[in-house]
C-alpha cells in the first residue's frame, strides 16, 4: 500500500513541515497527472511495498522537527479500511496532526475519517469541469458530495485546481464556480508540461503567468474564498 515517502516536505501541508506518505494506486485516469508510476498498474507493481512500522519509527523520529504527516497518492482513500487503520495509527502513536489528499470520489470515507478526527487538513483536486469528468474515466457525483463535507470544515481545507489546458481554463472555471461556493480556500496551480504525464500525448501547453494572474482575479472576483497562487 505504502509507495512512497518523503520525510521533510515544506510545501505539502500549508503552514507546517510535514513527513509524507505516498499510497500507491488510483481510480481515475487523469491525463495530466505526473504521478505515473502511483497510477499505471505495471509500473505500480515494479514499486516495493515500504513497511509500514518502519515509517511510522520514522515519523516518531522526526517528530521533533515535523509538524504533520500528509497521506497523498495515487488516491488515498481507496484503500478503505487500511487506510483508516493506518490514519490511526499516524493519530494515536505520534499525535501529529494529518492531512489528507483526495480525489474526493469517496465521501463516505472522508466523511468517516472527519466524524472520527482522524484527519485535521483536507485538500480536494478539482480535476476539470463537472461535465468533462466522463473524461477521467470518473463520475463527478461523489466529488459534489465530498465538496460539502468540505465546506463544514471551517476552513481545515482547500480545493487545488490545476490550469491544464485544454481540460481546465476558463470555460471550465466558469463551470465550476457553483460548487466552489462556501470553500474557505481555493489554490490553483499551472500545469508543469516538462513532466511526464499519464497520457504521453496530452498538450505540452501551460498558461502564462499574467494569463494565471487573470484566473486569480476571476475567481476573486466571483468567490469571497481565499485564492491561493502555488508554484
Known amino acids: 500500500m505504502i509507495k512512497g515517502f518523503r520525510g ?15 499510497l500507491g494506486g488510483c481510480n481515475w485516469r487523469c491525463p495530466y497527472c505526473y504521478n505515473v508510476d502511483l497510477v499505471v498498474p505495471e509500473r505500480l507493481k515494479a514499486l516495493p511495498d515500504l513497511n509500514e512500522d518502519e515509517i511510522l519509527s520514522e515519523i516518531q523520529r522526526r517528530k521533533g522537527f515535523i509538524k504533520g504527516v500528509v497521506v497523498t497518492g495515487g488516491e488515498p482513500t481507496i484503500w478503505g479500511r487500511r487506510l483508516k487503520t493506518l490514519v490511526e495509527r499516524i493519530k494515536h502513536e505520534t499525535g501529529l496532526a494529518i492531512k489528507l489528499d483526495t480525489n474526493g470520489s469517496q465521501p463516505d470515507m472522508v466523511a468517516y475519517l472527519v466524524e472520527e478526527a482522524l484527519v485535521d487538513y483536507i485538500a480536494l483536486d478539482f480535476k476539470t469541469a463537472p461535465s468533462r469528468y466522463a473524461e477521467l474515466s470518473a463520475d463527478f457525483d461523489p466529488v459534489a458530495r465530498t465538496l460539502e463535507i468540505l465546506r ?7 480545493v487545488r485546481i490545476t490550469l491544464a489546458p485544454p481540460l481546465v481554463g476558463k470555460k471550465e472555471l466558469e463551470e465550476m464556480l457553483p460548487w466552489l461556493e462556501g470553500l474557505k480556500r481555493i489554490a490553483i496551480q499551472k500545469f508543469v508540461p516538462e513532466v511526464e504525464t ?5 498538450p505540452r501547453r501551460t498558461f502564462s503567468p499574467e494569463e494565471i494572474l487573470a484566473f486569480q482575479s476571476f475567481l476573486k472576483k466571483h ?3 481565499e485564492i491561493i497562487l502555488r508554484s
Open 223 to 225: 468567490l469571497s474564498a
Open 8 to 22: 521533510t516536505s515544506v510545501v505539502d501541508y500549508p503552514g507546517k513541515i510535514a513527513s509524507v506518505i505516498f
Open 152 to 158: 463544514t470544515l471551517d476552513g481545515q481545507a482547500e
Open 198 to 202: 499519464l497520457e504521453a500525448t496530452f
